[in-house]
């Protein structure tokens, strides 16, 4: 267990502790209980037992845990986001009324809360930020150039400052990494995470993954091909949400229960489309598919194709929004082979795309930022 920093009658100073929760509880038992749970999660708190907290340690802590006890000692201090007000009695309505005055991020009790604030605590020693904006992306018909695209996503995010995750949830697709010459990077690969359940500390996920072209990658290795349960698929990305910025999942056409369940967690996706007639058909089948789990799809037209469609038109068809479309741009598959990943050229068809694209639906946040 941690050692706590004492405040007993009588102290007037208090040595600062600025990267782990302050406590404010005289209930020994309450003091005992938030103890044991920050020793759960490997953070070091600040417990106080008298006098109120110095404004700076009230004002700087990552997360206040107030005791109901200790209330009408904290009324006075400025208002600010993460204090958690824990009652001593589920059955006294006063304290939610005191959550209210204090303006409290949630009124608990315990032990009935603790898996909560467990969750609550662990975000705050990770460092808590915006959720990332989650992108998916896949294919209208096999070989369409989905894993192109949303490699050249994360590669024009990461150049732009932005903190990006790239998931590669498809198991048949030989692997995202090869599109950065990184297959044989040192870090883990997905069936190292297979067994992954609960909760996965963000930081420490991001520290073990391939990290290529400042981008946080998680790819296949080459052996053989094991399924990734939908708890694991949760956990993992769960756990690369949390650290903001943008997350990028290039998801394959079939739809097995862990890409359903990562497009549960996405926020907007794009469906490419190669320009033609067959392309086009089977693009409805899978449109639909991803329709069920995620509301925001975009249509992405590949163009030139071999007859006279527009892509307005088939997006209309499609009953998608346009996002854009993108022209051939000739050199790809030789920047592959020579470890250069889609979208580095900056100034490329395919790298313009991403750059407009990203600017409308990517938050410029100081949590989304490298």
């Known amino acids: 267990m941690p050692t706590p920093i004492l405040n007993q009658p009588g102290t007037t100073s208090v040595e600062p502790a600025p990267t782990g929760p302050l406590i404010l509880t ?8 938030l103890l044991r749970l920050c020793a759960a999660v490997g953070t070091e708190p600040q417990l106080l037992t008298e006098s109120p907290p ?18 009408e000692r ?25 959550g209210v005055q204090l303006g409290a991020e949630q009124v608990l009790f315990l032990p009935d809360a603790q898996a909560w604030l467990l969750d609550r605590l662990a975000d705050a020693m990770e460092g808590a930020v915006a959720p990332a904006l989650t992108v998916a992306v896949v294919g209208g018909r096999g070989g369409a150039g989905a894993s192109t695209l949303a490699c050249a996503l994360a590669v024009t995010a990461a150049r732009a400052g932005h903190r990006t995750t790239l998931i590669d949830g498809d198991p048949m697709g030989g692997g995202v990494d ?26 420490e996920l991001a520290q073990a993954l ?3 072209y400042g981008i946080t990658v998680l790819s296949w290795d080459r052996g053989e091909t094991r399924a990734v349960p939908p708890e694991a698929m949760r956990s993992v990305l769960v756990a690369a949400r949390r650290r903001g910025g943008l997350v990028v999942l ?8 862990s890409a359903s369940e990562a497009l549960e967690q996405t926020d907007t996706g794009l ?3 190669p320009s033609e007639l067959r392309s086009v058909a089977a693009a ?58 889609p979208g580095h050229r900056g100034r490329g068809p395919l790298a313009r795309f991403c750059t407009a694209y990203l600017d409308e639906v990517l938050p410029n946040t100081e949590g989304g930022t490298a």
Request: aromatic share 4%; glycine share 12%; net charge negative.
């Open 271 to 273: 469906l490419l489309i």
């Open 74 to 98: 904290c009324t006075g201090l400025s208002r600010r986001t993460g204090v958690v007000l824990l009652g001593l009695d589920p059955d006294d309505c006063e304290t939610w009324v005191r």
């Open 284 to 341: 409805g089948r899978v449109a639909a598919a991803v329709g069920i789990h995620l509301s925001d799809l975009r249509a992405v037209v590949r163009r030139p194709g071999p007859v006279g469609l527009r892509s307005r038109e088939i997006a209309r068809g499609l009953g998608l929004p346009l996002a854009g479309e993108i022209p051939h741009e000739t050199g790809l598959t030789v920047d592959v082979e020579h470890g250069r990943p």
């Open 54 to 71: 110095p404004r700076q340690l009230w004002e700087t802590a990552p997360l206040v845990l107030l005791g109901d006890d200790q209330y």
């Open 26 to 33: 005289q209930d020994e038992a309450l003091a005992e209980h």
């Open 210 to 212: 391939p990290q290529l």
């Open 250 to 257: 290039d998801l394959p056409r079939q739809l097995e229960p």
């Open 178 to 203: 090869v599109l950065f010459g990184g297959e044989g990077a040192d870090g883990l690969r997905w069936p190292e995470l297979v067994g992954a359940r609960g909760r996965v500390n963000s930081t």
